[in-house]
Nanobody, 124 residues
Framework: QVQLVESGGGLVQAGASLRLSCLAS????????MGWFRQAPGKEREFVAT????????YYADSVKGRFTISRDNAKNAVYLQMNSLKPEDTAVYYC?????????????????WGQGTQVTVSP
């Protein structure tokens, strides 16, 4: 069983930055893939970014490429999402997720565990 707890969300103005954190407990964190997803009001949850177990591979949604950076610290059982140049359309609940069966995962359906989410609101 893996528990994930996100933090770092908040209300910011367009152009600002935020850093989301996700702390994991349970399982062997250094072996599994981690990802960030988001869900805006009235929309389906969508992929944001993923990082492989050893941080060698990363992949981003086109909408955040060049603005967001995913990273992880296996010594701290943590994954981060640095969000720069935030836009109002980035407003959403952000979730971290773990795929304990794979070291690198792109498909949302393959993620096994999810955090409770943290709200990010970007005002114009």
């Amino acid at each position: 069983q893996v528990q994930l707890v996100e933090s770092g969300g908040g209300l910011v103005q367009a152009g600002a930055s935020l850093r989301l954190s996700c702390l994991a407990s349970g399982g062997t964190f250094s072996r599994y893939a981690m990802g960030w997803f988001r869900q805006a009001p009235g929309k389906e949850r969508e992929f944001v970014a993923t990082v492989s177990s050893g941080s060698h591979r990363k992949y981003y949604a086109d909408s955040v490429k060049g603005r967001f950076t995913i990273s992880r610290d296996n010594a701290k059982n943590a994954v981060y999402l640095q969000m720069n140049s935030l836009k109002p359309e980035d407003t959403a609940v952000y979730y971290c997720a773990a795929d304990v069966h794979s070291s690198y995962t792109l498909r949302q359906m393959d993620y096994d565990y999810w955090g409770q989410g943290t709200q990010v609101t970007v005002s114009p």
